[in-house]
């Protein structure tokens, strides 16, 4: 009876931080990435899908549907040059809520910044970061 309260709390405290993160971060449905690929074909609807498959975007469970954190993608559209390397760098085991939340906390190796901001500016340290907290996991 009291872990079921509990569960259900613990719940709503998860649902409220995606809510934040949704807010804080534009979250892009399959439509929206599409949208947003100005080389793309019109043939080619669930390109967010194919990026994330090749693993050069993440996206997130969100209200019902595979959510891609827009601070990911350039201008046009396209992944950012450094997110395929970040997102192989870290554990194979984050979940994408994990994957989300590493990405938008300030880190003390990136000056303060935190990894998101580090792929749009193209710092090269964000993958020693990346790599780090791998082998930080480990240990």
Same mark, same amino acid.
């Given at each position: 009876?009291?872990?079921?309260?509990?569960?259900?709390?613990?719940?709503?405290?998860?649902?409220?931080?995606?809510?934040?993160?949704?807010?804080?971060?534009?979250?892009?449905?399959?439509?929206?990435?599409?949208?947003?690929?100005?080389?793309?074909?019109?043939?080619?609807?669930?390109?967010?899908?194919?990026?994330?498959?090749?693993?050069?975007?993440?996206?997130?469970?969100?209200?019902?549907?595979?959510?891609? &954190?827009?601070?990911?993608?350039?201008?046009?559209?396209? &992944?950012?040059?450094?997110?395929?390397?970040?997102?192989?760098?870290? &554990?194979?085991?984050?979940?994408?809520?994990?994957?989300?939340?590493?990405?938008?906390?300030?880190?003390?190796?990136?000056?303060?910044?935190?990894?998101?901001?580090?792929?749009?500016?193209?710092?090269?340290?964000?993958?020693?970061?990346?790599?780090?907290?791998?082998?930080?996991?480990?240990?």
């Amino acid at each position: 009876m009291y872990v079921t309260k509990f569960e259900k709390q613990f719940c709503a405290v998860k649902d409220i931080r995606k809510d934040e993160f949704a807010r804080k971060f534009p979250l892009l449905d399959d439509r929206s990435v599409h949208a947003q690929w100005k080389k793309g074909s019109w043939q080619i609807t669930r390109i967010g899908e194919i990026w994330k498959r090749t693993g050069k975007v993440f996206s997130v469970p969100y209200e019902g549907i595979d959510a891609y &954190p827009s601070f990911q993608f350039a201008e046009d559209g396209t &992944p950012l040059p450094l997110m395929e390397t970040v997102l192989k760098a870290l &554990p194979a085991d984050m979940t994408p809520w994990q994957l989300a939340y590493w990405m938008t906390s300030p880190k003390a190796e990136l000056g303060g910044d935190t990894p998101a901001k580090s792929i749009q500016t193209g710092d090269n340290r964000v993958v020693d970061a990346a790599g780090k907290l791998g082998v930080d996991l480990l240990n």
